[in-house]
C-alpha cells in the first residue's frame, strides 16, 4: 500500500526542494524567492526551466537528470503526486530541481521578468470546455510573459488532439515562432521543423532523442494503447496583442486514461 497524503505532505514540509504555497496562503503572504531563484536557491545562474502541471514529477526529474546545466522546477498543486519526484530528487542528490505546490493561475506570482527561460505543459488538462483554462490559452500566454524571457520556449507535449489542434490555429493566428511541430513524436510522421541554421537541426535533432527516453507512467500506457504523442516548441514574444482562435475543434474521444469525455456535444472552441 503506497504511503498516506498526510504522511506525505508532512515530509514535504521537511523537503528542502518543495515551496507550497497554495492560493489560500499566497494572497497574504509575499513569495520571497520571486527574483531570486538563482542566487537564493539554485546557487548558480543557469537556465530556469518550468514544468506546469508535473504530477509526480517525473518529466521534471527525468529532464534534471538529462541536462544537469539547467536548472528546473515542477509546478502541480497535488501534493501527493508531487511527493514521489521531490522524493526521488533528494534521494539522487539532484541539486537543480525543485518543486512548487501552488495553483498554476498564480503562477506570476512566483517569479521576476526574465527569470524563466523556458516552459513545458507535459499532457495537461485539454479542458475542451473551458478555453481559459488551458495551458496554452492567450489568458495563460500572457501570465507567461510577466517572467518568461522575451522570445522564450513553450514546450507542449500531449496525448490530446483537441489541445494540440487548438494551439496549432492559436500560434498561426497570433504568427508565434514555430520552432517543431509533430504529430506523433515516436514515429516523428507528419512533422515540421524550422530551424534557422544546420547547426540548430542537429543540436535538435540530438535534443529530441534525448528527450524520447524520458516517458510518464501515464505516457507508456497511451502508447500502448496506440495514442499518439504529440508535441510542439514555439516562442512566445513579449509583446504584441494575443487573440484567440475562432474555430471549432472536434473533441478528444476521452478526457484521459481511463475516463470518458464528458460533453455530448462533439466539438468546441
Known amino acids: 500500500m503506497g504511503k498516506g497524503k498526510l ?3 508532512a515530509d514535504m514540509e521537511t523537503y528542502e526542494n518543495v515551496f507550497q504555497y497554495p492560493y489560500s496562503v499566497v494572497e ?5 524567492l520571486q527574483g531570486h531563484w538563482h542566487e ?9 526551466v518550468l514544468e506546469l502541471g508535473c504530477g509526480k514529477g517525473e518529466y521534471t526529474v527525468g529532464l534534471a537528470k538529462l541536462f544537469p546545466d539547467v536548472n528546473f522546477i515542477g509546478v502541480d498543486i497535488k501534493g501527493a503526486r508531487m511527493w514521489t519526484g521531490a522524493t526521488q530528487a533528494l534521494n539522487e542528490g539532484l541539486k537543480n530541481v525543485a518543486f512548487l505546490r501552488t495553483n498554476i493561475e498564480i503562477i506570476d506570482r512566483f517569479f521576476a521578468p ?16 473551458n478555453p481559459r483554462k488551458r495551458l496554452t490559452s492567450t489568458w495563460f500566454l500572457n501570465r507567461y510573459r510577466h517572467f518568461l524571457t522575451d522570445g522564450g520556449f513553450i514546450h507542449l507535449k500531449t496525448d ?6 487548438y494551439t496549432t490555429y492559436l500560434v498561426e493566428k497570433n504568427h508565434l515562432p514555430l520552432v517543431f511541430r509533430t504529430e506523433d513524436l515516436y514515429g516523428n510522421h507528419n512533422s515540421h521543423c524550422a530551424p534557422h541554421s544546420d547547426l540548430q537541426v542537429r543540436e535538435f535533432s540530438i535534443l529530441n532523442s534525448q528527450l524520447l527516453t524520458i516517458q510518464t507512467y501515464y505516457e507508456s500506457m497511451w502508447i500502448a494503447r496506440g495514442l499518439n504523442i504529440k508535441y510542439m516548441k514555439f516562442c512566445l514574444p513579449r509583446n504584441g496583442e494575443l487573440v484567440e ?4 475543434i472536434e473533441l478528444d474521444d476521452y478526457r484521459s486514461y481511463h475516463r470518458d469525455k464528458r460533453s455530448s456535444k462533439d466539438k468546441a472552441k
Open 245 to 248: 482562435p475562432d474555430v471549432e
Open 160 to 165: 490530446s488532439n483537441f489541445l494540440f489542434t
Open 7 to 9: 504522511a506525505k505532505f
Open 114 to 129: 526574465d527569470e524563466v527561460s523556458e516552459i513545458w505543459l507535459t499532457f495537461s488538462d485539454p479542458q475542451m470546455k
Open 40 to 48: 537564493q536557491y539554485f546557487h548558480n545562474d543557469n537556465p530556469i
Open 28 to 32: 497574504h503572504v509575499p513569495f520571497d
